[in-house]
Nanobody, 124 residues
Framework: VQLQASGGGSVQPGDSLRLSCDAS????????IGWFRQAPGNEREFVAA????????NYADSGKGRFTVSRDNAKNTVYLQMNTLKPEDTAVYYC??????????????????WGQGTLVTVSS
């Protein structure tokens, strides 16, 4: 099982980025996929998740109204569209997969596969 996150970069406040998570080695449409992030000095925190079917999503309060998670099961890819980025969104973003549930849960221990992370820097 491999998860490859990409799409990070350095942007200014108010800009947008779309992160991608390419899954291989398993049928991603059987599993919930999530995004977590970790800023320097902070613990990893939940950002968003999407159910195996793609019909149910879950967002942390910090991203509600600004972030949208979606998936294309035909491509085994999950996306995180991030709009109106803020400096506090600066972090390494990880995509994660759960073999235990098809539902988009918030707990880091609900997910058993983690990608390598992609860095997002929001600064003026």
């Amino acid at each position: 099982v491999q998860l490859q996150a990409s799409g990070g970069g350095s942007v200014q406040p108010g800009d947008s980025l779309r992160l991608s998570c390419d899954a291989s080695g398993f049928l991603s449409d059987d599993y919930a996929i999530g995004w977590f992030r970790q800023a320097p000095g902070n613990e990893r925190e939940f950002v968003a998740a999407i159910s195996a079917s793609g019909k149910v999503t879950n967002y942390a309060d910090s991203g509600k109204g600004r972030f949208t998670v979606s998936r294309d099961n035909a491509k085994n890819t999950v996306y995180l569209q991030m709009n109106t980025l803020k400096p506090e969104d600066t972090a390494v973003y990880y995509c994660v997969a759960s073999t235990r549930t098809s539902l988009p849960r918030r707990g880091r221990f609900d997910y058993d596969y983690w990608g390598q992370g992609t860095l997002v820097t929001v600064s003026s």
